[in-house]
């Protein structure tokens, strides 16, 4: 927190402290952003057709970007810094195989990435009335979806393997 004017060291502070802080002045910047993008006035910007625009939809789109670029560079930090901590597979945390399971995650994104890019469709769709034919970012968003469902499937077939208590079958049978 803020002590006479200067900040603490992160590393000192605990990490729910860290976490809730974060968590307050995320709500609150996000609670101005939109609530300016929704409250102040409308400009029109296409007097053709009549349509209107919030004046703030750069705002907001920006805030929506930088806040994706931020949870991207934590998420590959964090990535990295767990591949870095649980490097060895042997590394056991009560009796998961967490550097197992780490590396496995790291190869999966790895090797998903690559392959859903290249399944992905580049055919155009229709977006607001106009054709979006961008190729590369097509197969971009598909990818994505991709990738997010097959992690999906991973993470429910995990939990079904968890719940049939079979890894704990085997064990008992040694």
Do not use: Q
Not at 87 to 104: L, M, N, Q
């Amino acid at each position: 927190m803020i002590k006479s004017g200067k900040v603490e060291n992160l590393r000192s502070m605990p990490a729910g402290t860290v976490s809730r802080v974060i968590f307050v002045a995320l709500a609150v910047l996000s609670a101005l952003v939109f609530g300016s993008f929704i409250f102040i006035g409308y400009g029109s910007y296409d007097a053709d057709t009549g349509l209107v625009a919030p004046m703030l939809t750069d705002v907001l789109l920006w805030f929506i970007y930088i806040l994706v670029f931020i949870a991207v560079a934590v998420s590959v930090c964090a990535a990295v810094r767990s591949v870095c901590l649980y490097r060895s597979s042997a590394k056991v945390s009560g009796g998961v195989p967490s550097g197992k399971i780490v590396c496995g995650v790291a190869a999966l994104l790895c090797v998903s990435f690559p392959v859903t890019f290249v399944l992905g469709s580049s055919d155009t769709l229709m977006v607001n009335g106009t054709e979006f034919t961008d190729a590369f970012l097509l197969r971009l968003s598909d990818m994505f979806i991709y990738t997010s469902m097959i992690f999906l499937t991973v993470a429910v077939a995990a939990v079904i393997y968890g719940m049939s208590g079979h890894s704990r079958r085997i064990k008992r049978d040694r």
